[in-house]
């Protein structure tokens, strides 16, 4: 079946550890997001990347960084400079980057700073 | 900048009630707007969209009309069931950037 699969579901990491969270997709997309998500708040752009090799910064990029070596994995890495990264992780893809283009979600991952 | 603005929660009907949702949005150019649904525990799922002025984007019972006038995407449902309970998103997509509302929390009760 197609669609955005993230692991691992569940994270624990202790701090100044640095933690990297893998989403892959098999829909062909070009477009892949990360976003951020609190308890009982919306969601915030971490990084998003139109194409491979190349990635953008989104609206709290600070203490997290990425990569894009292939078309299919976007992974993120939180690091030690993350101060309060215990949050929902949402991975998530479009066809591109472009108005009106529907984004898909993985099933996210959880991490907790122990 | 680009921002939605949705209906604080929550929200809690009783099965077979009627169910409105307020979104607005404020938007430079012409965006898409978009009603997503997150179940616990899991990712977001796409409810319905739409792309134009005076379009009505409808799925599982919901629907949602675009209105320039008001700058408004209302979610409606005419009776709803204690499966429909979730988080929903209100979204707008425009100059390749997609906001997000803050989320309302129903709760559907038998």
């Known amino acids: 079946d197609g669609g955005i699969t993230q692991s691992p579901k569940y994270l624990f990491r202790k701090e100044g550890q640095n933690v990297t969270l893998s989403c892959e997709q098999n829909l062909n997309h070009d477009a892949m997001y990360w976003y951020r998500q609190d308890p009982g708040q919306g969601l915030r752009l971490i990084y998003y990347s139109q194409i491979v090799n190349d990635f953008q910064k989104g609206d709290i990029a600070e203490g997290y960084s990425v990569s894009r070596e292939k078309k299919e994995s976007f992974p993120l890495t939180v690091t030690s400079a993350q101060k309060n990264p215990t949050a929902f992780y949402l991975c998530a893809s479009s066809p591109r980057v472009k108005a009106g283009n529907t984004i898909y979600f993985g099933e996210g991952s959880w991490l907790t700073v122990v | 900048g680009d921002s939605v603005t949705q209906m604080e929660g929550p929200v809690t009907l009783s099965e077979e009630a009627f169910l409105t949702i307020n979104c607005t949005y404020t938007a430079t150019g012409y965006p898409s707007l978009f009603w997503y649904v997150q179940y616990p525990g899991e990712g977001l799922q796409l409810l319905l969209k739409a792309t134009k002025a005076d379009d009505k984007g409808s799925n599982k019972g919901f629907e949602a009309t675009y209105r320039k006038e008001t700058t408004s995407f209302h979610l409606e449902k005419g009776s709803v069931q204690v499966s429909d309970s979730a988080v929903y998103f209100c979204?707008?997509?425009?100059?390749?950037?997609?906001?997000f509302g803050a989320g309302t929390r129903l709760t559907v009760k038998p």
């Open positions: 979204a707008l997509s425009d100059n390749n950037d997609m906001r």
